[in-house]
């Protein structure tokens, strides 16, 4: 199981950015798939924005495509999730990802990954 550790969750207005940081490490780190996911209250958690082993296909979720944008540095094991034009309704606890089965398209992104960080607030006020 890999270890992810998020960061860059911060307090905001609406119509700013932010860009969350999650640092990867442990064994085939380079060949698993690696997403953000959030858990709305009495929900599981959701892909908001995933990218798969070799970073040449990724998926957005309805809600934040033409907002945020993911990608990954393979050579220092990092995903980052930019995020532009935030809105209230984008505040929760945001969670790194990674998925040794690479369960990625460009129109999915499997629920079921299997290694989890322990999150990063983005509040989103005026």
């Known amino acids: 199981q890999l270890q992810l550790v998020e960061s860059g969750g911060a307090f905001v207005q609406p119509g700013g950015s932010l860009r969350l940081s999650c640092a990867a490490s442990?064994?085939?780190?380079?060949?698993?798939?690696l997403g953000w996911f959030r858990r709305p209250p009495g929900r599981s958690r959701v892909p908001i924005s995933c990218i798969n082993n070799n970073g040449d296909t990724v998926f957005y979720a309805d809600s934040v495509k033409g907002r945020f944008t993911i990608s990954r540095d393979h050579l220092n094991h990092m995903v980052y999730l930019q995020m532009n034009n935030l809105q209230p309704e984008d505040t929760d606890i945001y969670y790194c990802?990674?998925?040794?089965?690479?369960?990625?398209?460009?129109?999915?992104?499997?629920?079921?990954?299997?290694?989890w960080g322990s999150g990063t607030q983005v509040t989103v006020s005026s």
């Open positions: 990802a990674a998925d040794q089965e690479n369960r990625v398209s460009d129109r999915f992104c499997s629920r079921l990954f299997d290694s």
């Open positions: 442990g064994p085939s780190v380079e060949n698993v798939a």
